[in-house]
Every structure is written in structure tokens, then in C-alpha cells.
């Protein structure tokens, strides 16, 4: 196939943040989706409707397509109660997102413990108001056993709460696909980076930050089943980019940031690895349709984004005033384009 049109794309986990980066970095992804999950961990989290409502006002101001929909996510942090809660849904929140405290970038604020009373109550109010509850699943043990740790907690919540619909964020380990088969209630994002590198390309041929992210890149095996999961489309599973920008100085000192900016040429990149495989009549569902049944999206603005087969080279950098941000696969040549 030479040219392909993809419908309303959804980036289903997406780090946009604030200020300058986010006005340098908010047009590579309305120029390619229609709407994305936006996920709250700012330096002061999005732990209210109020907040929420200002970040969205922010992002669309931001954009040059206005049309683009932001699905914000609220953080749960200790803090967070039923009228919090009911306000969120009033103002048409969908997700909360739960952070393990020290997990990842900007999770200070996250829960220290997961299935306290307290939070158990959070779950069945957000059961019962139809929230998704999203979940950065890691614990704080053995850096490549730590999704693979936290699966007795999905597996908990999700029988605690069989209508509380749960999504495993950016799923990175193999063992994770059992919980999908396993419980009707539990569901799916996968990045690109995730389907396509493993630690290798982290740490096996000299270090690159720009390949570090949380949850770490794991071994050839969990990178080729998530592979086979989005290459098939899984009926339980959505992409989620994890585009997570940093400053390039913060991503090179000590205790370098977590994260791997990979929104440019996303859809050029996908439709490569895709067609690689012979699945390029799969992507539609992987890149919108999946989403739009399993998070019940109906009102989108249309979007048609159309590519073909034409020589296109990623950016290697982009330039912000004090310092720059790496794309993933910076400079590289890609066979598709978006015309
Ligand atoms: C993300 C970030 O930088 O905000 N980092 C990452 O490594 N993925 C946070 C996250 O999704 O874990
Ligand atoms: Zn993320």
C-alpha cells in the first residue's frame, strides 16, 4: 500500500506540560490527532477539576488546531474526596490516574499505599460514576520486575470493582497480557518505544538517556507479545505514545528524567512498522478504534490524517530558548510521511 488515511487518531497517554514546552511541543501532536489522554503530572499535579479546566484552556490556547481534544486526567493524590470527585464528573472528566508515590517523574504526590481504605473508597465512588481509573502500574522493587510486581494490585482492584474499567498504562512486561485475558474490567496502553526497543537500546551499546523512560525497557520477548498485541490490534488495547518531554541538560545530569519525547512523526512512524509487518489494515483500530469503543468517545472532531509512502526525516532536535529536547529516533530517515 502506498498511501493510507487514518480516522480521528487518539494518543491515549500523552505528556504535554506547561509553559514554553508546551507551546514548542503541542503542534506535533494536533497536527497528527484528533484528541489525547493528557496526563497530570505537572510540577504542581492536576489534582482538581479546577485545575484541570485552566490546563485545558492552556493547551487549546496553545495549539494552532483548536479543534483538538484534551482528555485531562485527575491525579489521585490523598487529598482527593466524593465532591471533588463529583464535580470532576459534572465538568465531563473521564480518568483519574493513579500514581505510586516516587514511581516516576513528578509522583511525589502519588499514594504511598494503594489499597488503603481510603483509596478503596475512591475506587467505588469512581465505580460508581463511571470513571476509568488509569494506573502507572510499578513498584518500588527490582527495576525490571516491578510492572510484574504490581499485577496482584490490578488483579485486586479489578475484582474489588468488576465495573471500574482499569488501564495498564504503557504495559511493558509480557506477564502483564494474562490481566487482560484474565479480567473483563482491565484494559491497555502500549508506546511505540515499548513494541519496538529493549534495554539494549538503553544500556547495551553505550548509554542513552534519551532512551530512558519508566517503566524501563524490558527483554526481546515482552517487546515482540506487546508487539503482536498492537500489530493484531487487541480488542483490550489502545496506543498511549508516553511522549514525555525533558530538557536535554535533564535528561544528561545525574538522576537523569524519565521519559522519551517520541510525539514527532508518530503516525509516519507507526504506519512504517506496521506495514514492516503486513498489518497496516490494523492500525485504524489501534490508533482510534479500540479507544474509542473501550473509553466511549462519540464526540470527536473529525480528523482525517492522510499519509504515503514518501522519504521524511524526524527532526533531531527542537530548539526551545535555554536548551533542547531529543525526539526518539531523531534524524532518521522514515519511508512514510504525512502529506
Ligand atoms: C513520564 C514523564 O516524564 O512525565 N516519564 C516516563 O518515563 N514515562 C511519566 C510516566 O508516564 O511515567
Ligand atoms: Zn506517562
Given at each position: 500500500m502506498e498511501e493510507i488515511t487514518l480516522l480521528n487518531p487518539l494518543d491515549m497517554h500523552l505528556h504535554l506540560r506547561e509553559g514554553e514546552m508546551l507551546k514548542n511541543i503541542i503542534d506535533f501532536t494536533t497536527s497528527q490527532f484528533s484528541g489525547a489522554v493528557v496526563m497530570p503530572n505537572l510540577s504542581t499535579p492536576i489534582t482538581t477539576?479546577?485545575?484541570?479546566?485552566?490546563y485545558k484552556e492552556e493547551i487549546q490556547s496553545s495549539a494552532k488546531d483548536k479543534d483538538f481534544m484534551p482528555?485531562?486526567?485527575?491525579?489521585i493524590t490523598d487529598a482527593l474526596n466524593e465532591e471533588e470527585l463529583k464535580t470532576a464528573k459534572n465538568n465531563g472528566i473521564k480518568i483519574l490516574k493513579l500514581y505510586p508515590k516516587g514511581a516516576t517523574t513528578n509522583s511525589d504526590n502519588g499514594l504511598a499505599e494503594i489499597l488503603t481504605p481510603q483509596t478503596l473508597k475512591i475506587f467505588e465512588i469512581a465505580q460508581d460514576l463511571g470513571f476509568?481509573?488509569?494506573i502507572h502500574g510499578e513498584t518500588g522493587g527490582f527495576s525490571m520486575?516491578?510492572?510484574?510486581e504490581f499485577g496482584p494490585i490490578f488483579a485486586a482492584i479489578a475484582?474489588?470493582?468488576?465495573k471500574l474499567k482499569i488501564i495498564i498504562e504503557h504495559m511493558s512486561d509480557h506477564r502483564s497480557i494474562a490481566l487482560l485475558e484474565d479480567y473483563e474490567n482491565i484494559y491497555a496502553t502500549l508506546t511505540l518505544h515499548h513494541i519496538t526497543m529493549t534495554l539494549d537500546d538503553v544500556l547495551g551499546a553505550g548509554l542513552k538517556p534519551h532512551h530512558f523512560c519508566k517503566p524501563i525497557l524490558k527483554t526481546p520477548k515482552d517487546r515482540d507479545m506487546l508487539l503482536a498485541l498492537a500489530l493484531n490490534a487487541h480488542p483490550k488495547v489502545s496506543f498511549g505514545s508516553d511522549s514525555a518531554p525533558h530538557l536535554?541538560?535533564?535528561k544528561l545530569k545525574d538522576n537523569g528524567a524519565a521519559g522519551i519525547f517520541s510525539a514527532p512523526n508518530m503516525l509516519a512512524m507507526l504506519c512504517e512498522l506496521f506495514e514492516k509487518h503486513d498489518k497496516l489494515h490494523n492500525l485504524q483500530a489501534f490508533i482510534s478504534d479500540n479507544a474509542k469503543t473501550n473509553y466511549n468517545i462519540s464526540k470527536l472532531p473529525k480528523k482525517a490524517v492522510k499519509l504515503h509512502k514518501k522519504h521524511t526525516a524526524i527532526p533531531?532536535?527542537?530548539r526551545l530558548i535555554q536548551n533542547n529536547i531529543i525526539p526518539l529516533n531523531g534524524g532518521r530517515l522514515l519511508q512514510w510521511?504525512?502529506?
Open positions: 477539576t479546577q485545575l484541570a479546566m485552566e482528555l485531562i486526567a485527575i491525579y476509568m481509573l488509569s520486575e516491578r510492572e510484574y475484582k474489588d470493582f468488576p536535554e541538560k535533564n533531531s532536535q527542537i510521511s504525512q502529506a
